[in-house]
């Protein structure tokens, strides 16, 4: 049984992490062409291109999971614990964000948001993405075959790259006030005496 579901996590590895790097380049590469007009056209663009991807995935599953690196509870429990703390740890982040903020309908509207940069803000630049990297680094110990961990560490890399396209469209809409930020608040990593604060 064990077996089954280390594969079914390898599985929704391969097609799910996929997925949120191919709507977040999409999202950040082509906002500024989507302000002005209909909402709709970006998010039905982006449930198009989602829906060929997971299918191209999904088609792929039986060669994009590789092999089986064997059931290893001295992966699956640490991988396990990793996930779910992240999982908590988002629950920090979210109560920070409006379901528009969370979804980037300011960077597509072109409307003005506030910048946020309190709570696990004062410790990331982008805690979401912090989180996403931990998350699915535990999520591939857990399942233990090859191609969650080539596709967690390929999809951690792309990650990175959007996250300095997020970051170019902020120090657009926010100025100088976002190179202060940037200045006090690292990317990605926190500093170690920080962390407490990101729970605030």
């Known amino acids: 049984m064990i077996e089954l579901v280390r594969y079914a996590m390898a ?3 391969v097609i799910v ?3 949120v790097i191919v709507f977040w380049t999409l ?3 082509t906002a500024p062409f989507w302000r002005g007009r209909s909402l709709w056209q970006p998010y039905l663009l982006a449930f198009v291109v989602l829906s060929v991807t997971a299918s191209i995935s999904w088609t792929s599953r039986t060669h994009l999971v590789g092999a089986d690196l064997g059931t290893a509870w001295w992966l699956i429990l640490p991988g396990l614990v990793i996930y779910v703390a992240a999982l908590w740890a988002d629950r920090c982040v979210r109560r920070h964000l409006t379901f528009a903020i969370f979804a980037g309908v300011p960077e597509l509207a072109g409307t003005k948001a506030p910048l946020l940069d309190i709570g696990p ?8 993405y912090a989180l996403v990297l931990v998350a699915t680094a535990g999520w591939a110990l857990a399942a233990n075959w090859s191609g969650a ?5 390929i999809c951690g890399a792309a990650l990175v790259a959007v996250t300095w396209l997020e970051e170019r469209d902020l120090r657009t809409r926010f100025g100088v006030a976002y190179d202060d930020y940037a200045a006090r608040v690292p990317m990605l990593v926190p500093r170690p005496a920080d962390v407490p604060r990101f729970f605030e």
């Not at 803000?121 to 979401?128: M, N, Q, S, Y």
């Not at 961990?149 to 560490?153: F, G, I, K, M, T």
């Open 11 to 13: 599985v929704v590895a």
């Open 17 to 19: 992490l996929p997925l």
């Open 27 to 29: 999202f950040h590469l």
């Open 121 to 128: 803000f004062a410790v990331v630049r982008h805690p979401r």
């Open 149 to 153: 961990y080539l596709v967690s560490a």
